[in-house]
């Protein structure tokens, strides 16, 4: 038995094969090596506590999820840059956790498209 794929609510109806395909050549390879590059870099910035670095990794992850089509990451990187931006670091914590969900999902997909 197959097992179904969980797709974050953020993420249904989005035409993630088409976004994908949509993207100039080998920009697929550059989401992936940066998206997943930033997701770390604001993972780390977030256990130090250090909200400069919220803040650099947030925004360049506004501007590269901005390509997908899937409106929540971007606004969940800007709801994050914006709490560090007031050094309210508890205040981003639920958007980056949503964020990595979402972001991880689609970084999967970019690892295997088509399914």
Known sequence: M???ETVPFECQGV???KALANLPERLGELFF???E???LELDQAMTRGDAQAVMDAAHSLASLTGLLH???LPAYAQEIYA???RSD???ARPAHERLRVVLGW???RVRAPGK
Do not use: K, T
């Open 70 to 72: 899937i409106q929540a």
């Open 33 to 35: 090596s940066s998206g």
């Open 37 to 39: 590059q930033r997701l």
């Open 2 to 4: 197959a097992v179904a």
């Open 83 to 85: 709490a560090a931006q």
């Open 106 to 108: 689609a970084l999967g």
């Open 89 to 91: 670091l508890d205040a």
């Open 15 to 17: 035409d993630f094969n």
